[in-house]
């Protein structure tokens, strides 16, 4: 018999303040399933083959985040009167899909796990990121706790993710859970929040400005 897990949340903003995952500012939390030799077990499919989208729109990327299991293919439309270059140098997804214009849509597939900052190069405003995991037992908190639906018996690491974390936050957060029969209580995640990172071009370099009229 499947479970329900049950994880409860609390996120420590960067002036130490407490605060609850919200639509705006949410927390994603997953399941890796593990083997009886403690290592992922790679039998359990995420459900490859889904596609997806983040379009780019009044100079935004919609949906601001989106996580997606391995396997996945993500589209880019431009649906802005003008051009668009969007890339990730993170280790989740590096790409470039260069310079295009309105109505064209470049597509990445996503085939590891891992979390890919978006950016475009032409728009130092616009920003994104997409988590790829690689189980089919996931969910996106914006409330104090999450709860995954019907988890299989076994052992699993639990591991979450939010937008500014600390990396030394999110480790001290992932543990071994096991799942029962019954519903699971997987007990507290403390996440602590750093001050936002500025970022640079894909060149590693400031953002040009552009003149007022250009196709840009």
Same mark, same amino acid.
């Given at each position: 018999m499947n479970a329900d897990v049950t994880i409860h949340l609390t996120v420590r903003a960067a002036d130490g303040k407490s605060r609850i995952p919200s639509a705006n500012a949410p927390v994603v939390v997953w399941l890796s399933p593990l083997g009886a030799d403690g290592e992922t077990d790679l039998t359990v499919k995420p459900g490859t083959g889904r596609s997806f989208q983040m379009v780019q729109k009044d100079?935004?990327?919609? !949906?601001?985040?989106?996580?997606?299991?391995?396997?996945?293919?993500?589209?880019?439309? *431009?649906?802005?009167?003008?051009?668009?270059?969007?890339?990730?140098?993170? *280790?989740?997804?590096r790409f470039d899909l260069g310079l295009y214009e309105t109505g064209a849509t470049h597509s990445v597939p996503f085939n590891r796990e891992g979390v890919s900052y978006?950016?475009?190069?032409?728009?130092?405003?616009?920003? %994104?990121?997409?988590?790829?995991?690689?189980?089919? =037992?996931?969910?996106?908190? %914006?409330?104090?706790? %999450?709860?995954?639906?019907?988890? !299989?018996?076994?052992? =699993?690491?639990?591991?979450?993710?939010?937008?500014?974390?600390?990396? %030394?936050?999110?480790?001290?957060?992932?543990?071994?859970?096991?799942?029962?029969?019954?519903?699971?209580?997987?007990g507290a995640v403390d996440i602590a929040l750093q001050p936002p990172q500025q970022h640079t071009d894909k060149f590693g370099k400031p953002y040009a400005r552009h003149p007022e009229g250009s196709p840009y």
């Open positions: 100079k935004m990327f919609q !949906p601001h985040l989106l996580v997606v299991p391995t396997g996945s293919l993500v589209g880019f439309p *431009n649906r802005d009167p003008f051009f668009h270059n969007v890339f990730s140098l993170f *280790n989740g997804r978006i950016f475009c190069n032409i728009h130092p405003e616009m920003g %994104a990121v997409i988590l790829s995991v690689a189980t089919p =037992y996931f969910a996106v908190a %914006a409330q104090a706790s %999450a709860q995954l639906h019907h988890v !299989p018996p076994g052992t =699993y690491l639990l591991k979450v993710w939010a937008e500014d974390a600390a990396e %030394a936050s999110l480790e001290k957060a992932s543990r071994r859970i096991k799942v029962g029969q019954g519903n699971t209580d997987a």
